[in-house]
T-cell receptor, first 115, second 115 residues
Framework: SQELEQSPQSLIVQEGKNLTINCTSSKTLYGLYWYKQKYGEGLIFLMMLQKGGEEKSHEKITAKLDEKKQQSSLHITASQPSHAGIYLCGAAKPNSGGGADGLTFGKGTHLIIQP | DSGVTQTPKHLITATGQRVTLRCSPRSGDLSVYWYQQSLDQGLQFLIQYYNGEERAKGNILERFSAQQFPDLHSELNLSSLELGDSALYFC??????????????FGAGTRLSVL
């Protein structure tokens, strides 16, 4: 079965600084999702990457997919208190119909922003 | 607000009991996914339904079962509850399981405490 390893497990960053979170898969990545979760709350969709080399950005968050390295990274520029939370990467497993089944998630990266 | 509604938000019960968790997907979404999140196991995929039929199974215990009704809402039934079943249970929905890497939108979750 596929496993996703996220690093670091936790991160404390001063407000305004940049940071990067990594997600490495034990198997080929067909599709990679990034979600953010506030403690004890639901997951908020951030971005989905499907193709090797693909890069997407939304506001100050950029995600990249390195298919050869079976890795994705999430980069936050000029961090703000609103960025605090748990970041989870999820890998999609393709099904016979050409779509994707349930996601396999990493353990998450806990991000704390210090004012 | 993701548009996915889960009830109840909190559930406290005793070992050996049976509970039912309910999920209403976003309007127009045909697929429903159930996930379990615990401190030791992280976020794990349990089961997926698509337009009323079971589509994929993950790490779902035999004591657990689910169904999706004609109006597309779904219920997750947990029986013979054990202390280790205490967790956050999430429902997610997406437009389709076929031919598309759809975004899964998550509900706010049901927190189950087994005493």
């Amino acid at each position: 079965s596929q496993e996703l390893e996220q690093s670091p497990q936790s991160l404390i960053v001063q407000e305004g600084k940049n940071l990067t979170i990594n997600c490495t898969s034990s198997k080929t990545l067909y599709g990679l999702y990034w979600y953010k979760q506030k403690y004890g709350e639901g997951l908020i969709f951030l971005m989905m990457l499907q193709k090797g080399g693909e890069e997407k950005s939304h506001e100050k968050i950029t995600a990249k997919l390195d298919e050869k390295k079976q890795q994705s990274s999430l980069h936050i520029t000029a961090s703000q208190p609103s960025h605090a939370g748990i970041y989870l990467c999820g890998a999609a497993k393709p099904n016979s119909g050409g779509g994707a089944d349930g996601l396999t998630f990493g353990k998450g990266t806990h991000l704390i922003i210090q004012p | 607000d993701s548009g996915v509604t889960q009830t109840p938000k909190h559930l406290i019960t005793a070992t050996g009991q049976r509970v039912t968790l309910r999920c209403s997907p976003r309007s127009g979404d045909l697929s429903v996914y159930w996930y379990q999140q615990s401190l030791d196991q992280g976020l794990q995929f349990l089961i997926q339904y698509y337009n009323g039929e079971e589509r994929a199974k993950g790490n779902i215990l035999e004591r657990f079962s689910a169904q999706q009704f004609p109006d597309l809402h779904s219920e997750l039934n947990l029986s013979s509850l054990e202390l280790g079943d205490s967790a956050l249970y999430f429902c997610a929905s997406s437009v389709s399981a076929q031919g598309n890497w759809n975004i899964q939108y998550f509900g706010a979750g049901t927190r189950l405490s087994v005493l």
